[in-house]
């Protein structure tokens, strides 16, 4: 069973801090990764993308992957209230993309 | 309109009805999916296709019927539904089973009660 794991949260951050959103993935052989954003009543939205390992950076977010540990986070910077959301990771290796359960963010002003 | 379109977008249903829930694209995406989104499980997928006519099972394909035979849509269907079916359905498209750099694009989803 291909998993991904993530803290549930929900992670509390006042306004301008850093957030840093964590996920596992089981599947050695997943090869692309992703975050999504996910406003509450509203569907998923592609903010990143990440393949090869190290950072990538996109204005106020930065992915991580370490395919040795398993690992890809995601960074944003600047946090604004507008970011409060359930952020969604995934994982896909030669199968459709298999989701976390979501991470809540609270962006406190 | 361009994109991903969902219908409807709530339905209540009473158990053992027929029900389906339709998902429209209009990039011509060649890979088409359903998920369900219940609290406590994310988004599971239901059904996948790679084309017309060609489909298959994800991890929660029991109680559920899909087909494709036109590129553009891909139905859900419920055969019999019950109250464990109660949950938001989205469809998504993409050019690739990865996503790759466009990763999927979902539809805005279909609140769906069973009662």
């Known amino acids: 069973q291909k998993e991904v794991e993530q803290n549930s949260g929900p992670l509390s951050v006042p306004e301008g801090a850093i957030a840093s959103l964590n996920c596992t993935y089981s599947?050695?052989?997943?090869?692309?990764f992703f975050w999504y954003r996910q406003y509450s009543g509203k569907s998923p939205e592609l903010i990143m993308f990440?393949?090869?390992?190290g950072d990538k950076e996109d204005g106020r977010f930065t992915a991580q992957l370490n395919k040795a540990s398993q690992y890809v986070s995601l960074l944003i910077r600047d946090s604004q209230p507008s970011d409060s959301a359930t952020y969604l990771c995934?994982?896909?290796?030669?199968?459709?993309?298999?989701f976390g359960k979501g991470t809540r963010l609270s962006v406190i002003a | 309109d361009a994109g991903i379109t969902q219908s409807p977008r709530y339905k209540i249903t009473e158990t053992g009805r027929q029900v389906t829930l339709m998902c429209h694209q209009t990039?011509?995406?060649?890979?088409m999916f359903w998920y369900r989104q219940d609290l406590g499980h994310g988004l599971r997928l239901i059904y996948y296709?790679?084309?017309?006519?060609?489909?298959d099972k994800g991890e929660v394909p029991d109680g559920y019927v899909v087909s494709r035979s036109k590129t553009e849509n891909f139905p859900l269907t419920l055969e019999s539904a019950t109250r464990s079916q109660t949950s938001v359905y989205f469809c998504?498209?993409?050019?690739?089973?990865?996503?790759?750099?466009?990763?999927?694009?979902f539809g805005s989803g279909t609140r769906l009660t069973v009662v």
């Open positions: 998504a498209s993409s050019e690739s089973t990865f996503g790759r750099a466009d990763g999927y694009t």
């Open positions: 599947d050695r052989g997943s090869q692309s």
């Open positions: 990440i393949y090869s390992n």
């Open positions: 995934a994982a896909s290796g030669n199968t459709p993309l298999v």
């Open positions: 990039w011509s995406h060649s890979y």
């Open positions: 296709s790679a084309a017309a006519d060609i489909t």
